[in-house]
């Protein structure tokens, strides 16, 4: 006993805490509890009376003693001076034989009359030593357990992937012999491990310590800063008997892992040779999930949105979203047709959006699983965008009511920057989601990477130190750990609102697809992964043996899912099965069946005295007591003066649009790096007091009683997280306009996953729409390189216009109405103000949804040409998508040359000719739109030159670029 003792408190170490209190103060408590050790040295035979007295603490009693240091602690002044001198001298280290200052002699205590021999200095420092050492190794649990848990199933990798035992982890280990196992030692305040009992014998100590931190659960929160969180952690992995399941939780488990094992197998039996990125080695994953999802439901959660990778999807889509069996068969079908739109995503990318009763707490649940390209963790920010949105429409501030979870891989988790981005999200202002649930599938391989190979911290999961998320590493073999620690993480979510980490070690039983041979870079590996059984078949000999079901209730259970898989899959033949079957975020009565398209876009303007009442807000300082900062007011003043002449520049009529739509009851949220005061200074749509810290004013949010929000944020300096994390907001109402600002256009760059892999190509996939706009300052105006160009032509060979052919409308639609509705995305350049407030209004004027690319422009923003009349943007009005030179409206039969360009370049253009005075000889002609290219209106305008065989097009880009 004492050898396995002693190699447990080798093992163990303990490290700096904020959870732990000064070693002063632990000194002095276990001096302070020292009445067992007067009374022992005081029993017959003792040789207490032949050594010196303490004369401070002889005939005293310990509660008396550890009432009277309470006191001192809330209030030094409670006590007599000569506590409070003692008391101050042990806590600042001074050995407690000499910490006494003797009080006047009227006041000393009479030690001997009392009949109490003292207890000799030398025990006395004994049993503190003993006792600050037992709350040593209790720490060292703590802190170091997981470092020597037994967390991978196939026993080949150590926890942290160290296998060596520092040092100075040793230097205790042997206070204690084996004759200190019976003895009683009373428990620090830092542990719930006796429950309600105050003291426990060593050997119970160490063996419940062993239980809790180094068997198939390694827990990491002793880093977290406050000590509260630490403590909620304790009591509820400490307390004796509370990982213990129930026989019912124990049955539930064993169903689930059923459905979860099987649902592999029968896909493994009918397409053998289809590809699914299948579950089988973390099977646990559904009983997981399931658990997290009713703790949350009882909890009052009703909306979870989900986000993974495409391993192990399909069966979450199964029996964690329940989306009907049939229509996942279907997609083994290569005869399958895809919907009208789109032509659809491998079938372990898609997904779904169902509302279905949760029978834990009988209670209706809605489940979204985001769809995801292959690139596994771009997922992310776009389930907290989403998630966000929901909370925000549905008045949810604290997110109590919805909750995302993120289902990561080990390698993808440690090794893509993406993960710390989100991360980052998690706790600013218009960000947070108040807490995310990740699930890692740590299968501890990268596709053909070891560990050793793909990461350099020691765990996968180190990254979520960062915002001080509890981490909680468990086997992903032994299923009732991993049902205890989903069950504590929704608890944690919904009781601090922080996010949670949850790491599955398990292992990937086929390679990294069905067809995949392992054995090429694994070999022992998977040697030993072909000898291990199923967690399905350990944890049922488990259930059965012990008696909590039978070998007959189990084979019916498997043999009733059997039949249910088989039963959908002949149904799937026989079904039609469309695309949009697996959307993931349904707009309810957007889309309304039976009505007629609009014909043409209506009209964008709006009614001419709107127009001046939001001006007027946007121009009109705070209250007299808010102290605008000088420059801000000579902005305002220049406001106030445009609006008089019946002109606004570019704050101006984005600040109409927006404020228009807000007042007709749309939302508008305008995101991205220093976006309320403007890159380029020009917006302030937040103005902040001079003279009072944190004290600002929203004119956006101050034009009416019933308007809808304005939320306009400075980002953190992320563009990958945050575009994704608004294109997840854009996608939970069509009614909304969500817009994303680079600080300059080519920063986007950083974000080109989210352009590429969502944004421009979400239709086609998934059939998902979004109004999400991207604004990207454009123009080369002497800043470099990295200023100047948000490479359009990017987007514009992203787009789905066909250069080559002239597009024929259906009957009964414009041909603008009709290319708008067949493009993926649309690419604008505008030229003027007006140009600008319309193309922003027509995203919600329209009854289907496109996401819309704006080269802004920078010297514009200033320029006095640059301006609009308010007449552009009245009534009746609406976006032209072509701009006719305004000197020929009409084409002319004089003109010898015309030049088509768009944006800035058009001022340039026009101030050349004019000093070359060819104003009669040269039409300028500007494309505001580029795509969907507005080929009717070009051929219009060549017509309108018969004399003219020159057309040029201008661009200020390089000719490799642009255009």
């Known amino acids: 006993m004492l050898r396995s003792t002693s190699a447990a408190l080798k093992q163990l170490g303990a490290g700096p805490s904020s959870c732990v209190q000064n070693r002063a103060q632990l000194a002095l408590m276990a001096a302070l509890r020292w ?211 129930t026989t019912e939780e124990k049955r539930t488990l064993m169903a689930r892992l059923i459905r ?232 944690w979510r919904q009781h601090w609102k922080k996010d949670v980490v949850i790491d599955l070690v398990c292992y990937r039983r086929n390679g990294h697809n069905e067809v995949d041979n392992p054995m090429f870079t694994q070999p022992r590996m998977y040697q030993t992964i072909q000898k291990h059984r199923s967690v399905l078949e350990l944890y049922r000999e488990k259930v059965v043996s012990e008696g909590s079901i039978s070998r007959d209730e189990y084979d019916a259970e498997v043999s009733k899912y059997d039949q249910l898989c088989e039963k959908a899959n002949n149904e799937a033949r026989d079904k039609d099965h469309q695309v949009d079957k697996w959307l993931d975020s349904p707009w309810k009565g957007f889309f309304a069946d039976g009505e007629p398209p609009l014909p043409s876009v209506p009209s964008t303007g709006v009614d001419m005295e709107r127009l001046q009442h939001i001006g007027r807000c946007f121009s009109t300082p705070p209250p007299e007591d808010f102290a605008v900062h000088s420059g801000v007011k000579r902005v305002l003043s220049q406001r106030t003066d445009m609006l008089e002449a019946n002109t606004i520049d570019w704050a101006l009529g984005e600040a109409m649009a927006l404020g228009s739509l807000l007042m007709d009851g749309k939302h508008v949220r305008l995101s991205g790096q220093d976006v309320e005061r403007g890159t380029f200074s020009h917006r302030h749509h937040v103005l902040h007091d001079q003279a009072i810290d944190r004290r600002e004013y929203r004119p956006l949010n101050e034009l009416s009683p019933d308007q809808a929000h304005y939320t306009v944020c400075n980002s953190s300096l992320s563009e990958y997280a945050v575009l994704g994390f608004e294109l997840g907001f854009s996608m939970s109402n069509p009614h909304s306009l969500v817009l994303w600002e680079a600080q ?78 067949d493009i993926n995305w649309i690419v604008a350049n505008c030229s003027t103000p007006a140009s600008f407030f319309h193309i922003l209004r027509r995203q919600l004027a329209l009854d289907f949804r496109k996401p819309l690319i704006i080269c802004t422009p920078k010297s514009l923003l200033r320029l006095p040409e640059a301006r609009s009349s308010l007449d552009e943007m009245c009534e009746g009005t609406h976006f032209k998508r072509l701009l006719p030179d305004p000197m020929f409206p009409e084409g002319s039969a004089s003109v010898q040359r015309v030049l088509f360009c768009s944006g800035k370049v058009y001022y340039d253009l026009v101030k050349e000719r004019a000093r070359r005075q060819m104003t009669d000889s040269v039409a300028l002609v500007r494309i505001e739109q580029l795509s969907p290219f507005p080929f009717d209106l070009v051929a219009d305008t060549v017509a309108s030159f018969p004399s003219t065989s020159s057309f040029f097009w201008v661009q200020e880009e390089p000719k490799n670029q642009g255009y």
């Not at 004759?179 to 491990?193: A, Y």
């Not at 008045?395 to 390698?411: C, V």
């Not at 999400?772 to 080369?780: A, D, I, K």
């Not at 100047?788 to 414009?814: I, K, N, V, W, Y």
């Open 35 to 245: 009445q067992s050790i007067r009374t022992a040295a005081s029993a017959p035979g003792s040789s207490a009376g032949q050594v010196s007295q303490e004369p401070f603490l002889s005939g005293m009693s310990s509660v008396y003693m550890e009432a009277m240091y309470e006191s001192w602690l809330k209030d030094r002044g409670s006590v007599h001076e000569s506590w409070n001198a003692f008391f101050s001298a042990a806590t600042a280290g001074v050995p407690p034989g000499e910490a006494h200052v003797r009080p006047p002699p009227a006041l000393t205590p009479p030690s001997t009359a009392a009949g109490h021999p003292a207890v000799p200095q030398d025990t006395l420092l004994s049993a503190v030593d003993e006792h600050l050492a037992v709350q040593h190794m209790i720490r060292s649990y703590q802190i170091r357990g997981h470092n020597v848990a037994s967390l991978d199933p196939l026993g080949i990798l150590a926890p942290g992937l160290d296998y060596s035992r520092p040092a100075d982890l040793l230097s205790y280990a042997n206070r204690f012999t084996s004759d200190d196992l019976g003895r009683v030692f009373r428990l620090p305040n830092s542990t719930k491990l006796g429950g309600e009992h105050q003291h426990l014998p060593l050997h119970d100590i160490i063996e419940r310590l062993k239980a809790i931190y180094c068997r198939s659960i390694g827990l990491e929160y002793m880093f977290l800063p406050r000590k509260d969180q630490c403590d909620w952690i304790r009591e509820r992995f400490e307390t004796p008997g509370i990982l213990a399941l």
């Open 260 to 491: 979860s094992t099987r649902f592999e197998e029968f896909l493994a039996r009918k397409f053998k040779s289809e590809k699914r990125f299948g579950l089988e080695g973390c099977e646990v994953l559904i009983p997981a999930l399931k658990q997290i999802i009713d703790t949350s439901s009882a909890l009052g959660v009703d909306s979870f949105v989900m986000g993974m990778p495409h391993r192990g999807r399909l069966n979450v889509l199964a029996n964690v979203a329940r989306k009907p069996l049939d229509q996942i068969f279907a997609q083994f079908d290569s005869a399958l047709e895809s919907g009208e739109e789109g032509s659809g995503d491998v079938k372990y990318h898609l997904g779904t959006y169902q509302q279905r009763l949760n029978h834990a707490t009988d209670k209706t649940i809605e489940i979204s699983l985001c769809a995801n390209p292959s690139h596994l963790e771009a997922v992310d920010p776009v389930v907290q965008g989403k998630t966000r949105a929901e909370q925000f429409y549905s008045q949810d501030p604290e997110g109590d009511k919805t909750i995302s979870i993120l289902i990561h891989g080990d390698a993808a988790f440690s090794g893509q920057g993406i993960v710390y981005e989100t991360f980052h999200l998690s706790d600013l202002p218009d960000y947070s989601t108040h807490g995310t649930i990740h699930v890692i599938v740590n299968n501890q391989i990268g596709f053909t990477t070891d560990p050793r190979s793909s990461r350099s911290s020691p765990y996968c999961t180190d990254v979520a130190r960062v915002v001080g998320a509890p981490i909680f590493h468990v086997n992903a073999d032994d299923p009732e750990a991993v049902m205890h620690v989903c069950k504590f993480a929704a608890q």
């Open 744 to 821: 300059f256009g080519d920063f986007h760059n950083t974000a080109q996953c989210i352009i590429d892999q969502f944004i421009s190509s979400g239709q086609t996939k998934w059939v998902r729409q979004s109004s999400l706009v991207l604004l990207l300052p454009h123009g080369y105006e002497g800043m470099g390189p990295e200023h100047s160009s948000c490479r359009p032509e990017r987007f514009l060979q992203m787009c789905s216009d066909d250069g080559d052919s002239m597009p024929t409308p259906l009957e009964g639609r414009s041909l603008e109405m009709q290319q708008l509705h």
